[in-house]
T-cell receptor
Framework: QKEVEQDPGPLSVPEGAIVSLNCTYSNSAFQYFMWYRQYSRKGPELLMY????GNKEDGRFTAQVDKSSKYISLFIRDSQPSDSATYLC???????????FGKGTTLSVSS | DAGITQSPRHKVTETGTPVTLRCHQT?????MYWYRQDPGHGLRLIHY???????DKGEVSDGYSVSRSKTEDFLLTLESATSSQTSVYFC????????????FGQGTRLTVV
């Protein structure tokens, strides 16, 4: 089992929809959880990160962590065509020296 | 944007030839990483460095070597390129390496024919 699992999609939604992106992880020692966004032919960029369990909100984006089920979610409200990208969840490895990424979910928002 | 420059941005090379990719940063971050990104596999760590001359292997290090002689430069070498090493390579940097954000370069698209 990979340490971070993510459904690759693709996911297609109409503009204005609420989007839910999800990951699971296997190592209960993970404390930080991150979401990166990657546009086509670009490098990933950090979107949000959370520590331990709970929610974190930033504008239209909400990151949620449930440590009891080892589940990470990213919600996008009022999705826009500019949100069309690949979203990658990530956790630091056990040594805290590098990030482990999910495979990424490709999202397409149509106008 | 974090000051990370990868070179070259695109390269086509023949099987069996050596290839070196360069990552240059202007942020003075201690940690530098090389990842490869392939369809169906996502981003996988090849090697990383936690200081000058200090490097360690990642998940997919076979066939790759790295060197870091200066804080700002991290080189990835394919000693004898194979078709399975056709990929997009990303360099990343991190200030502490622990649980904080990593900044990525724009990527190098390598094709081995």
């Amino acid at each position: 089992q990979k340490e971070v699992e993510q459904d690759p999609g693709p996911l297609s939604v109409p503009e204005g929809a609420i989007v839910s992106l999800n990951c699971t992880y296997s190592n209960s020692a993970f404390q930080y959880f991150m979401w990166y966004r990657q546009y086509s032919r670009k490098g990933p960029e950090l979107l949000m990160y959370t520590y331990s369990s709970g929610n974190k909100e930033d504008g239209r984006f909400t990151a949620q962590v449930d440590k009891s089920s080892k589940y990470i979610s990213l919600f996008i409200r009022d999705s826009q065509p500019s949100d069309s990208a690949t979203y990658l969840c990530a956790c630091p490895n056990q040594a805290g020296t590098a990030l482990i990424f999910g495979k990424g979910t490709t999202l397409s928002v149509s106008s | 944007d974090a000051g990370i420059t990868q070179s070259p941005r695109h390269k086509v090379t023949e099987t069996g030839t050596p290839v070196t990719l360069r990552c240059h940063q202007t942020e003075n971050h201690r940690y530098m990483y090389w990842y490869r990104q392939d369809p169906g596999h996502g981003l996988r760590l090849i090697h990383y460095s936690y200081g000058v001359k200090d490097t360690d292997k990642g998940e997919v290090s076979d066939g790759y070597s790295v060197s870091r002689s200066k804080t700002e430069d991290f080189l990835l070498t394919l000693e004898s390129a194979t078709s399975s090493q056709t990929s997009v390579y990303f360099c990343a940097i991190s200030e502490t390496g622990q649980n904080t954000e990593a900044f990525f370069g724009q990527g190098t698209r390598l094709t081995v024919v």
